[in-house]
């Protein structure tokens, strides 16, 4: 697995990539979503574990909502479903490859802005393209746009039509906290019925900074928690973080 620190390169030419294709089937519609890596690029460019729990999460919760542990935090929204006249509204942040955004948007039939660094956005504009009709056909659609963290007119661009906000492995490096934490807050407006899921795989002891900081400022809960994978004592795990004081029953299901 790549390490967080290595391979970094920045603002390499997206053409210039090695570019590898990672086909990702998801049952509840039996279909096949393709995302576009390309590792040579640095991190923002390939698959990372935590994304691949979030994809897994929304795939068994479209097939057996009784028994996901997203089920809680859905049944704030009435709107979730490709048959619901209002879709989802969610904003991805620190997309990556999309693969999370894209993935919600077909399982939950929502309207999904993934979001990263100005120089991430061509790769992502692929993976969207790519995956569009999959999307469409699951009354879903994925738009594409540049959002760094700390800057609240990247925030502000996108209205106030926010329903959910989603992220995987975001937590990594100590100079991205604040700035990750300052779009949250932005995000996550006191009062509001929005939340934050995000998968994250501890990797350094530093992160519990983030945590204090983040508990804080908001209400945060552990959802889910995936076994370690093999040679691992840690796995993935899934927190949901609200405005404090949301009217939103605790469930802790680890
Ligand atoms: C470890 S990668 C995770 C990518 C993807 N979410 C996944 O799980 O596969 C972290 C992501 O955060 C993005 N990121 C880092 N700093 C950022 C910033 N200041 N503003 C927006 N995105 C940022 C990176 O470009 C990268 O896509």
């Known amino acids: 697995m790549l390490q967080i620190g290595e391979n970094e390169v920045e603002g390499e030419n997206v053409s210039s990539g090695k570019s590898e294709l990672q086909m990702y089937r998801i049952n509840s519609i039996e279909s096949t979503l393709v995302i576009r890596q390309l590792p040579s690029l640095g991190i923002a460019f390939k ?13 068994n919760y479209r097939r057996d909502p009784s028994t996901s542990p997203l089920t809680h935090t ?23 490859t999309g ?4 993935a919600a ?14 120089n991430v956005i061509e790769n992502l504009k692929f993976n969207a393209d790519a995956n569009a ?10 738009h594409v746009a540049s959002l ?11 209205g106030q039509n926010v329903d959910l906000i989603l992220a995987s ?11 990750l934490l300052k779009t949250l807050r932005f995000m996550l ?34 959802i889910h928690c995936d076994d370690p994978q093999e040679g691992s004592r840690i796995g993935v795990v899934v927190y949901r973080f609200a405005p404090k004081n949301q009217t939103l029953k605790k469930k802790d299901n680890c």
Do not use: C, Q
């Open 47 to 59: 698959l990372w574990l935590p994304a691949t729990t979030l994809v897994t999460l929304l795939d």
């Open 74 to 96: 859905f049944s704030n929204f009435h709107s979730v479903g490709s048959d619901s006249s209002s879709p989802l509204n969610i904003v991805e942040l620190g997309s990556g």
């Open 99 to 102: 693969i999370v955004g894209i």
């Open 105 to 118: 948007a077909a399982t939950l039939g929502a309207n999904v802005t993934v979001t990263d660094l100005p």
């Open 133 to 142: 009709e999959a999307v469409a056909r699951f009354g879903g659609k994925v």
């Open 148 to 158: 760094r963290w700390g800057e609240t007119d990247d925030v502000e661009v996108l």
């Open 169 to 179: 492995d975001v937590v990594y490096h100590e100079h991205l906290y604040d700035p």
């Open 189 to 222: 407006l006191e009062g509001s019925k929005r939340v934050f899921l995000m998968a994250h795989l501890k990797r350094w002891k530093k992160e519990s900074i983030f945590f204090k900081k983040a508990r804080k400022l908001f209400d945060v809960d552990v």
